[in-house]
């Protein structure tokens, strides 16, 4: 009887235990403060795009620097950063590269019929933001693109994902700041 009371003893103390533990990870989240930015992504005016390179894209339609043009004309259409010709010319390096690892195998079939199998592969835009100057890297992107069977949802999707990740950008670097000499804050 008395095993049993102290089971139950026991079991009453670990399940209170585990109810408070989500608020206690709660508390410590909420007590973590936002690590900073780094200054010249929000505060930076002029850029310069780097054609990473990466992996084979032949998955894709157009040239290997697809990803590479369209991101260039995408800065610009946005009109955040002035693009230089050179890093020497830019406050930050853009570094874009399209990346296709292996991440298995898919098996299907086998008993009475014949084994088949296809590459698991996951495409994927990185973006790191570098400092010219000390060739630090300051911040990195990744998009994930969604596979497709069709090669022109593959293209859709290379776009799509491509929009994810000026978008990312967007919400770490924002609009320029108005710069006038009679304003006051």
Wanted: aromatic share 10%; glycine share 8%.
């Amino acid at each position: 009887m008395q095993k049993i009371i102290k089971l139950k003893i026991l079991f009453g103390a670990i399940a209170a235990a585990c109810a408070l533990e989500p608020n206690v990870r709660a508390q410590q989240a909420r007590d973590v403060l936002p690590a900073p930015l780094p200054a010249q992504i929000y505060s930076g005016k002029k850029a310069f795009v780097a054609n990473a390179g990466g992996d084979n894209n032949h998955l894709y339609s157009g040239e290997p620097e697809r990803l590479y043009n369209q991101f260039y004309a995408a800065l610009k259409s946005w009109g955040r950063y002035d693009l230089a010709r050179s890093p020497a010319e830019a406050d930050l390096v853009f570094e874009i590269s399209f990346l296709n690892p292996f991440v298995g195998e898919y098996v299907s079939g086998g008993g009475q019929t014949s084994v088949s199998s296809r590459s698991v592969t996951d495409p994927q835009f990185r973006l790191a933001i570098v400092d010219p100057g000390t060739r630090v890297t300051l911040w990195v992107f990744t998009e994930h693109i969604q596979p497709a069977l069709l090669q022109g949802n593959r293209d859709k999707n290379f776009d799509q994902a491509l929009n994810y990740l000026v978008n990312d950008l967007r919400n770490v670097a924002g609009q320029p700041v108005a710069a006038t000499s009679n304003s006051r804050r």
